[in-house]
Nanobody
């Protein structure tokens, strides 16, 4: 199983970015799909999770600004990030639970700065 993220970059405060993560090597259904982020010198924290069935959950810091979604047919998870703030600056990682095993992507840098 491999995860490849894309969509990161530099954005001004108040702007939007959309991250994508495509999983390959998938034969069965993916259970949870999630985004985490890690700022310099800080621990990796969960941003949003979307189960295969059920409701997405969000960290309080991104609620009402970020939206997670998934395309099960394409084994892809998205993170729409609106109203970006400088404190959203971090490396964003995709994570999936597949056949009870967790997998990580390589990360994509998001920088929010004027």
């Amino acid at each position: 199983v491999q995860l490849v993220e894309s969509g990161g970059g530099l954005m001004h405060p108040g702007g939007s970015l959309r991250l994508s993560c495509v999983a390959s090597g998938i034969v069965f259904n993916i259970e949870d799909m999630a985004w985490y982020r890690q700022a310099p010198g800080q621990e990796r924290l969960e941003v949003a999770t979307i189960p295969r069935l059920g409701t997405a959950t969000y960290a309080d810091s991104v609620k009402d600004r970020f939206t997670i979604s998934r395309d099960n047919a394409e084994n892809t998870v998205y993170l729409q990030m609106d109203s970006l703030k400088p404190e959203d600056t971090a490396v964003y990682y995709c994570h999936i639970i597949y056949r009870d095993v967790g997998y990580w992507g390589q990360g994509t840098q998001v920088t929010v700065s004027s």
